[in-house]
């Protein structure tokens, strides 16, 4: 019986240890989640709010279908990123994104999408390996050595960027890039997503600093674009 009883105790203790283990994590969820949002309200604004000339805008990519046209999503973010452009509020474009496969590239999608649309070439910067967030604007920083951006993504995406871009020592503002609904149900997704990503970068930025999968040489962005294209 007492052997019993000492089972019982330590079955006890073990689930109160898990129990505080697992109200601490939602307890940090919370405030990484929190702490982003409250720091980065002030640097999501409105198009006609921009004050004066960044260097680029940095539009970060998403899905594209199997002939690398950009999904809804990515068209509007590259759509604001244009108009941006065309209203003089950025000097260039840096389009960063998924390149690496032969099989999947976000980034010449997105290339092919802004100069169809009129855009000089000139002017549009390639980022091949922006496998993540973290990693679009660490290379912002690092390798193209970007100190102004307008950043545009979709709403539920900004705050989690302009934070990780700011933090990284780039002047950083957020334009949404909502242009159109999109499902109810992929939007549930992405913002359940997004509150997990949110701790994760927090931890990259705050803690573990991890360098990206890929540096390589700078490109600064205010040199030859063509430099970063492979085709």
Excluded at 74 to 100: A, M, P, S, W
Excluded at 149 to 157: D, S
Excluded at 188 to 209: F, G, N, P, S, T
């Amino acid at each position: 019986m007492e052997q019993y009883y000492n089972y019982k105790s330590w079955l006890i203790r073990l689930f109160s240890i898990l129990m505080i283990i697992f109200l601490l994590l939602i307890s940090f969820s919370v405030y990484a989640n929190v702490s982003i949002l409250a720091y980065t309200k002030q640097y999501i604004i409105e198009k006609d709010e921009l004050n004066g000339i960044f260097q680029t805008t940095i539009i970060l990519g998403a899905a594209v279908y199997e002939n690398s046209k950009p999904c809804p999503m990515l068209q509007d973010r590259l759509d604001v990123g244009i108009l941006l452009f065309e209203n003089k509020c950025v000097d260039t474009l840096l389009l960063t994104g998924d390149h690496g496969q032969n099989e999947y590239d976000e980034v010449n999608g997105m290339k092919d999408y802004v100069l169809n649309k009129g855009v000089d070439k000139s002017v549009v910067f390639l980022d091949h390996a922006g496998f993540s967030t973290y990693e679009s604007m660490f290379r912002a920083n690092e390798i193209y050595q970007v100190k102004s951006a307008v950043i545009v993504t979709q709403e539920f995406h900004l705050a989690r960027s302009v934070y990780i871009a700011r933090k990284m020592g780039i002047n950083a503002y957020g334009i949404k890039a909502d242009i159109r609904r999109y499902p109810q149900s992929e939007m549930m997704r992405l913002q359940l997503r997004e509150y997990l990503a949110r701790v994760k970068d927090y931890i990259y930025i705050h803690i573990l600093k991890p360098d990206p999968t890929y540096l390589g040489e700078q490109i600064p962005i205010t040199g030859n674009s063509e430099i970063t294209y492979d085709n």
